[in-house]
């Protein structure tokens, strides 16, 4: 028998114990002494469940699934030193993470376990533990992401080989994403209409599962050691090389606990206000809400699956169980439907070499950009939107549509890949899939987005917040003008600039471009590229007739050009029915 | 047994898929002789001219360029009149752009071998100034070249401003001195100016049926008439609406004239309080009488109080822009005075509902097909009563979501299927992500 302990040590097959258990009832006396040395690695099954998103005890089902059965529970955060240094992500986003990390690791601590956070690289980090605590099985979300992909392919691979069995189980997404990919013969839906009719034919979405409280986990325990802080605690900002001074307290704290308490107040305005369309757009939504989730959701804080469940629940007990809307989900269909559209495409986040994105001939003007990333572009609604961003890790989304706008095809004709980048660095709920996905759209370079859209930089903020108080609150230097300049200062007369001691070219910047001209050129440089798509069927706003340039002559003067002629997008029901 | 080599034995003037035929043929008694006994002689190499550009036409350059090094045939085939009468030169410097440039050693080929076969040119450039000079120095080499068409196109910003002047203009004379037969020209944000025009109308008069300037700062109202006055044959003209006339619409009307198809203007203010002149309803009423299905473009990049001079007389638009915002008063006076609208594109207006506006244009417009609406607010009622009025015409309907506005008969759920019933096909907002 002793023979048979090695083989089960081996093989972390729990599973195969309980069978041979109810065989053996001799093999089941070995299996409860296993258990009673519940203190030793050596002997017993041994779980790592890697939290990577997911940052939560609810609806982990992954976790859930790993823990039948063990013995020994690990959960690990492992933090790549590289990232820290790098300037792609901000020290709002870093304090989001950290503030996710203390969370998770008091939840478990009330479950006498704790949070392990080990520094390095998914591939360098598993080959160790597996060895040192003896690991039996690993547990992970699933991410659906191509990066993610391949990074846990890699470690799925090494699991094997160290006979580790891992558990990964779906709970980032409301679906399996290559289900719906598979509904629609194998291509992801291209309109956010068609992702909605194939969402209307998958199966229901999967109950959250339930949260792991001390009944859940009590065979297990958590190998601590009087060191822990020191080798696997959660890191401070400082420890990660930023500076704390000055650093005013986060408008987002992170963490599971805050995301439920946000779920039950975002419910609770919602049944106040008994009205689940759109709400209006005013000055005030501009602002940071005790109610707002985005972050919550994309650090995995928040269950997307129990906000969906909930919604469903309140609608139905306030409108009397009459079926919701999609609309009702829209928050969460739109981040499902970018994730779908990324999740098989490693280039999605690029221009080049991607099969959903327009080759648009985008000026290359670093100059141009930092000023935008700054809020040093000279006209107010602009600047203060990206200084809420820095300042703050969060704008609302019409505030993104303003100055993803402005980067890309309203004004500065910047590729929309810079856009992203900063908005990585920056804001809070920029995933990979969502925040690529969206600046594709905002740019007009994928999705058949109609490209007449465009939004004034003065305008749109003015009939969005009249009184310019959202201006003033952000950038303190124009807080003397007055409503009617405070959009648009240049205009200002000398007095009104002297009286508001903010001189235009002095204290605070002129506008780096003439909106007018601008839109008009670009306007003109969307339409040469849209016409040039042969499936193109939308607002063809004047188009030339090119007289002079017959059909076959077009025909080869497309193939005279030195890159292979615009993608045609793939065919999918155009933007209208 | 026929043998096929390089383009002797092919029958001139065959047309392609007869000499594919005949290939085909030949080949099958190829293979008869194969099959008897005899060596096998099918070869890539012996394929007719014909054939090989027939061929190499649908190759992108690149692969056409792989393809012409593989033998000598295939690269007497590459270097062909046929292929290179159309071109597109694709300027782009790397610390500009993230597009690649034609090569310049396959600039220099072209100009060498293939200029005066050219006859629809390109320039494509990024908004650098040493892209725009380049083109231009490519210009003022194309001697030997009868154009029938030329774009001089900025992809971003416009570069050939950045130019010196008497550069452009020196290397567009080129082109209008040589060409004598320009039929298609795209010169828009450019320092064209009126001399330079006056040398296109010498050479190309008879010729010239497209011409688009928008934007052409240099440019004054007598240089365009000039060009109406002496090119009878044009049929499309893009221009700004400070070089726009009465004597230019006469002359675009004048019996001589042949009909205007197309005319695109673009109203832009450079200054806010900017003035505009008007045009005169009987200007536009002789354009009418003289070409009853001429599109009339406009696009307005306007501040809201600078249209007065505008809608306040029948105009016969089809193609109507606000790059914008716009009034609701001036909404209103499209409804009333442009009876010829296909298609009309609000970019914003602002946050009084465009309800009666919207019902007016419908009534009136019996022509209009094509809607867009950006940052706007119409009531979901107004709206669907929009559209059952006009019914099925409507081809195009692009509505932001946020623009329409539930009330107490529809919900913004319920309104995409009342929508859907008038306009005889499903249809639905356009929607922007939320996060």
């Known amino acids: ?577 | 047994m026929k043998r096929i080599k390089g383009g002797e034995e092919a029958s001139g003037g065959e047309s392609p898929p007869e000499a594919c035929k005949k290939l085909r043929t030949e080949i099958s008694e190829e293979s008869e002789a194969k099959a008897a006994g005899e060596s096998p002689l099918c070869d890539w190499s012996l394929l007719p001219q014909e054939i090989l550009l027939h061929i190499f036409q649908y190759l992108p350059l690149l692969d056409r360029a792989y393809a012409s090094q593989v033998c000598r045939g295939w690269n007497e085939a590459f270097h062909m009149p046929e292929l290179w009468r159309c071109f597109e030169f694709e300027l782009n410097q790397p610390a500009s752009s993230y597009l690649k440039a034609t090569h310049p050693d396959l600039i220099k080929q072209i100009i060498k071998r293939h200029s005066n076969h050219l006859q629809y040119v390109s320039f494509k450039v990024d908004s650098s100034t040493e892209s725009a000079e380049a083109a231009c120095d490519i210009l003022s080499q194309l001697v030997n070249c009868s154009l029938k068409t030329l774009g001089l196109i900025s992809t971003a910003r416009p570069s050939f401003m950045e130019v010196p002047k008497s550069h452009f203009i020196s290397a567009l004379t080129v082109v209008f001195v040589n060409s004598k037969s320009l039929s298609s020209l795209k010169i828009d944000d450019t320092p064209v100016d009126d001399p330079s025009l006056k040398v296109l109308v010498a050479n190309n008069s008879d010729t010239l049926k497209l011409l688009k300037m928008s934007s052409c700062p240099h440019v004054s109202p007598a240089g365009i008439l000039c060009v109406a006055d002496q090119c009878h044959g044009l049929r499309e003209l893009a221009l700004n609406y400070h070089l726009l006339s009465d004597e230019l619409l006469l002359a675009l009307s004048s019996e001589k004239h042949v009909h205007l198809e197309h005319l695109r203007i673009d109203v832009v203010s450079e200054n806010p309080g900017q003035h505009f002149h008007t045009i005169k309803k009987s200007s536009w009423d002789a354009m009418v009488r003289h070409s009853p299905k001429f599109n009339l473009v406009m696009y307005f990049f306007l501040y809201e109080d600078e249209f007065g001079p505008f809608f306040n007389d029948e105009i016969p638009i089809t193609h109507l822009y606000f790059g914008r915002s716009v009034s609701k008063e001036v909404l209103g006076r499209v409804g009333l005075h442009c009876p010829r609208l296909v298609e009309l594109v609000v970019c914003a207006n602002g946050l009084r509902p465009l309800d009666e506006e919207l019902i007016r244009i419908a009534k009136h417009c019996t022509q209009l097909s094509a809607i867009g609406l950006g940052e706007c607010e119409v009531s979901c009622s107004a709206f669907v009563e929009f559209v059952k009025m006009c019914g099925r015409r409507l081809s195009q309907l692009s509505i932001m979501e946020e623009v329409l506005i539930p009330d107490h008969k529809y919900s913004l759920d319920e309104i995409h299927w009342e929508v859907s019933k008038h306009l005889g096909r499903v249809w639905f907002p356009d929607m922007m992500p939320t996060w």
């Open chain 1, 1 to 577: 028998f002793v023979g048979v302990f090695t083989v089960f040590r081996g093989l972390s097959a729990v599973s195969t114990c309980s069978q041979s258990c109810s065989a053996n009832p001799t093999l089941t006396t070995l299996f409860i002494f296993n258990a009673a040395m519940k203190n030793s690695d050596s002997m017993g099954v041994n779980t790592i469940h890697w939290f990577r998103k997911g940052l939560r005890l609810h609806d982990n089902p992954a976790l859930r699934d790993s823990i039948r059965g063990t013995d020994t529970l690990r959960c690990i955060y492992i933090l790549d030193p590289w990232f820290a240094g790098s300037s792609s992500v901000g020290i709002n986003r870093w304090r989001f993470l950290l503030h996710c990390l203390e969370d998770l690791d008091a939840s478990l601590r009330k479950l006498n376990s704790r949070l392990f956070v080990i520094r390095g690289q998914p591939t360098d980090v598993f080959p160790r533990l597996f060895r040192e605590w003896n690991i039996a099985r690993l547990s992970y979300e699933y991410d659906s992401e191509p990066f993610g992909k391949e990074r846990d392919a890699a470690i799925q691979k090494l699991a094997s080989e160290a006979g580790v069995e891992v558990t990964v189980r779906i709970s980032h997404t409301l679906y399996n994403l290559d289900k719906i990919i598979e509904l629609n013969d194998g291509q992801p839906p291209l309109t956010y209409k068609r992702f909605q009719a194939i969402i209307n034919q998958m199966d229901a979405v999967e109950l959250p599962a339930e949260t792991i409280i001390s009944k859940v986990i009590k065979n297990c325990t958590t190998p601590i050691t009087h060191d822990h802080d020191d080798k696997f605690g959660v890191p401070s900002l400082e420890e990660l090389g930023f500076e704390t001074e000055g650093l005013s307290t986060a408008v987002w704290p992170g963490g599971e606990t805050e995301a439920l308490m946000r779920l039950e107040r975002h419910l609770e305005r919602k049944a106040w206000v008994a009205n689940f369309e759109r709400p209006r757009m005013n000055s005030n939504s501009l602002l940071a809400a005790p109610t707002g989730l985005s972050p919550y959701l994309r650090f995995g804080c928040l269950s997307c699956r129990l906000f969906y469940f909930k919604l469903t629940d309140l609608y139905k007990k306030v409108k009397k169980n009459s079926t919701p809307p999609l609309s009702l989900y829209g928050q969460l269909l739109w981040r499902e439907f970018f994730y779908t559209t990324a999740t098989n495409n490693p280039c999605f986040d690029k221009m080049e070499g991607n099969p959903v994105c327009l080759q648009i001939p985008w000026d290359r003007n670093p100059e141009a950009l930092a000023k935008w990333a700054e809020g040093q572009t000279g006209y107010p609604w602009i600047d203060a939107i990206m200084t809420q961003l820095r300042q703050e890790g969060w704008i609302h989304h019409l505030a993104r549509h303003a100055v993803a706008c402005f980067l890309t095809r309203g004004d500065l004709w910047i590729s929309w890949e810079e856009g992203m980048k900063v908005f990585e660095e920056l804001l809070l709920d920029a995933d990979w899939s969502v925040n690529a996905g969206s600046w594709m759209w905002l740019s007009c370079s994928s999705f058949f987005q109609q490209f007449f859209h465009c939004y004034c930089p003065v305008g749109f903020g003015r009939r969005t917040d009249p009184s310019g108080d959202y201006i003033r609150r952000y950038l303190p230097v124009l807080r003397g003008f007055p409503a009617k300049y405070i959009y648009d200062p240049w205009n200002a007369p000398e007095d009104v600039q002297k009286a508001a001691k903010c001189i235009i070219g002095t204290n605070y910047p002129r506008p780096m471009v003439n909106h007018a001209e601008a839109s008009r050129v670009n306007i003109e440089r969307m339409k040469q590229i849209y016409q040039q798509l042969s499936c193109y069927k939308g607002l063809v706003i004047s188009v030339s007739s090119s007289y002079g340039e017959s059909s076959r002559d077009q025909a080869s003067l497309r193939f005279a050009c030195t890159r292979a002629s615009q993608r045609t997008l793939p065919q999918g029901p155009l933007f209208i029915g």
